[in-house]
T-cell receptor
Framework: AQSVSQHNHHVILSEAASLELGCNYSYGGTVNLFWYVQYPGQHLQLLLKYFSGDPLVKGIKGFEAEFIKSKFSFNLRKPSVQWSDTAEYFCAVNAHNYGQNFVFGPGTRLSVLP | GAVVSQHPSWVICKSGTSVKIECRSLDFQATTMFWYRQFPKQSLMLMATSNEGSKATYEQGVEKDKFLINHASLTLSTLTVTSAHPEDSSFYIC???????????FGPGTRLTVL
């Protein structure tokens, strides 16, 4: 069965610091990869996704993620965080053999201090 | 585009009653809708997947007689929590997609509190 792990439960950064959130999955086949963000009191929003092609994908709000197939990883990065990036971040994996079902990681809470 | 709404956003009910939650795709036809449950400070757990016009497929451990899912049209799916108990209190989130689309679009969620 698929599983998704996220390295950190809670990350605390100061504004302008760089961010990297880890995501690893366990599935040997072809996958689609996603990062979703959930701002306080709001619904999940898609940050970025990887289906194929260039393993470095750029998303909204200055986020990017790199797919490293050999490491089964899809880490999320942002060079300089802002207070408004405070949110919960979820990595999700969709394995091609599992239809449209997603498996979500446990989430990482990001707190950015002003 | 691809907006999903849920109603109600928050519901409080007495133990033993049933609660219906609606999930609507506002600007697209959703051939598939998903229902998730999210406990505080935890990730989303998929409960079931429903395709329009057919019975929902439930994940292991989810009681189909307790969580009734109906996907009667391409824009509406409902989740009915029957004979709710306090342990059913949670945040229920739906998402929707369409055939050939590998991205899910999420609703804002419904917070259920069972007293």
């Amino acid at each position: 069965a698929q599983s998704v792990s996220q390295h950190n439960h809670h990350v605390i950064l100061s504004e302008a610091a760089s961010l990297e959130l880890g995501c690893n999955y366990s599935y040997g086949g072809t996958v689609n990869l996603f990062w979703y963000v959930q701002y306080p009191g709001q619904h999940l929003q898609l940050l970025l996704k990887y289906f194929s092609g260039d393993p470095l994908v750029k998303g909204i709000k200055g986020f990017e993620a790199e797919f490293i197939k050999s490491k089964f990883s899809f880490n999320l990065r942002k060079p300089s965080v802002q207070w408004s990036d405070t949110a919960e971040y979820f990595c999700a994996v969709n394995a091609h053999n599992y239809g449209q079902n997603f498996v979500f990681g446990p989430g990482t809470r990001l707190s950015v201090l002003p | 585009g691809a907006v999903v709404s849920q109603h109600p956003s928050w519901v409080i009910c007495k133990s033993g009653t049933s609660v219906k939650i609606e999930c609507r795709s506002l600007d697209f036809q959703a051939t598939t809708m998903f229902w998730y449950r999210q406990f505080p400070k935890q990730s989303l757990m998929l409960m079931a997947t429903s395709n329009e016009g057919s019975k929902a497929t439930y994940e292991q451990g989810v009681e189909k007689d307790k969580f009734l899912i109906n996907h009667a049209s391409l824009t509406l799916s409902t989740l009915t929590v029957t004979s709710a108990h306090p342990e059913d209190s949670s945040f229920y989130i739906c998402s929707a997609s369409w055939t050939g689309r590998d991205t899910q679009y999420f609703g804002p969620g419904t917070r259920l509190t069972v007293l």
